[in-house]
T-cell receptor
Framework: EAGVAQSPRYKIIEKRQSVAFWCNPI?????LYWYQQILGQGPKLLIQ????????DSQLPKDRFSAERLKGVDSTLKIQPAKLEDSAVYLC?????????????FGSGTRLTVV | GQQLNQSPQSMFIQEGEDVSMNCTSS?????WLWYKQDPGEGPVLLIA?????ELTSNGRLTAQFGITRKDSFLNISASIPSDVGIYFC?????????????FGTGTRLTIIP
């Protein structure tokens, strides 16, 4: 099966600019996650979708970050305006359903550099 | 947000050596997972553990789910060059597959020629 697709792979922007990332999960996977991975740290969950509904966005900085999954398939994550500390790899992951108790599948990520 | 504590932070070993690393938490998890991340890629699942005390192997990798449910261990036997990377533990509070994972701080493995 095809993996989790993310684009772009790299993005460099100036602080206060806007940026958007795209994710296409594995076909049929109901749950989609966005994780932020700062250099030297483990991934940290930003937001979790179940189909097109938000399950957990408790760690999403909502003053500048937003995410949507309108049709329950693809998702976009937006940062507006970006800060220097947003420099990180943004990982998208997907899983089938709650009864599939395996670790989910990650995409290759988008590396964001804010200058 | 919480991150699990992994040790050591980094390891420098020679090819053929065995490797041990561990992961600890202040709270209980009911599922433990071990991932490996190569440069420029997302983490890839290595081993999943579902019961306290469980010992599971995947080739040269062996992982254990601690009896207290607050820790887990990963061993790699006879290391080879492709084992180089960052290893992350991850915990899940429930047995439901779509609940979020909490990740560890990572152990970077380097093989010295």
């Amino acid at each position: 099966e095809a993996g989790v697709a993310q684009s772009p792979r790299y993005k460099i922007i100036e602080k206060r600019q806007s940026v958007a990332f795209w994710c296409n999960p594995i076909s049929g996977h109901a749950t989609l996650y966005w994780y932020q991975q700062i250099l030297g740290q483990g991934p940290k969950l930003l937001i979790q979708f179940q189909n097109n509904g938000v399950v957990d966005d408790s760690q999403l900085p909502k003053d500048r970050f937003s995410a949507e999954r309108l049709k329950g398939v693809d998702s976009t994550l937006k940062i507006q305006p970006a800060k220097l500390e947003d420099s990180a790899v943004y990982l998208c992951a997907s899983s089938f359903d709650r009864n599939n108790n395996y670790g989910y599948t990650f995409g290759s990520g988008t590396r964001l550099t804010v200058v | 947000g919480q991150q699990l504590n992994q040790s050591p932070q980094s390891m420098f070993i020679q090819e053929g050596e065995d490797v041990s690393m561990n992961c600890t938490s202040s709270s209980i998890f009911n599922t433990w997972l071990w991932y490996k991340q190569d440069p420029g890629e997302g983490p890839v699942l290595l081993i999943a553990l579902y019961k306290a005390g469980e010992l599971t192997s995947n080739g040269r990798l062996t992982a254990q789910f601690g009896i207290t449910r607050k820790d887990s261990f990963l061993n790699i036997s006879a290391s080879i060059p492709s084992d180089v990377g960052i290893y992350f533990c991850a915990g899940r509070r429930s047995n439901f597959g779509n609940e979020k994972l909490t990740f560890g701080t990572g152990t970077r493995l380097t093989i010295i020629p």
